[in-house]
Nanobody, 125 residues
Framework: QVQLVESGGGLVQAGGSLRLSCAAS????????MGWFRQAPGKEREFVAA????????GYADSVQGRFTISKDNAKNTVYLQMATLKPEDTAVYYC??????????????????WGQGTQVTVSS
């Protein structure tokens, strides 16, 4: 069992930056690939970024490529999402998730085994 707790959301002006953190319980954090997803009101949950268990390989949605950076600190059992040049369309609840498919960049939400409760990010224009 893995428990995930996100933090770092908030209100920011367009063009600004935020860093989201996701702290995981358990002793086998490196055995899980991690991902960030987001869901805006009235929209489906969408993939944002993912990273393999060892942290060597990352993948991003086209909409955030070049603006967001995912990283993983296995010593701290934490995954981060550094968000820069934020846009109003980035407004959503952001969720982190853990997948036992540790060797892959996992983009499909249904391949994740554990989810956090979400943190709100609001970008004002």
């Amino acid at each position: 069992q893995v428990q995930l707790v996100e933090s770092g959301g908030g209100l920011v002006q367009a063009g600004g930056s935020l860093r989201l953190s996701c702290a995981a319980s358990g002793r086998t954090f490196s055995s899980y690939a991690m991902g960030w997803f987001r869901q805006a009101p009235g929209k489906e949950r969408e993939f944002v970024a993912a990273i393999t268990g060892g942290g060597a390989i990352t993948g991003y949605a086209d909409s955030v490529q070049g603006r967001f950076t995912i990283s993983k600190d296995n010593a701290k059992n934490t995954v981060y999402l550094q968000m820069a040049t934020l846009k109003p369309e980035d407004t959503a609840v952001y969720y982190c998730a853990a997948s036992a498919t540790a060797w892959a960049v996992v983009r499909a939400w249904n391949r994740y085994d554990y989810w956090g409760q979400g943190t709100q990010v609001t970008v004002s224009s």
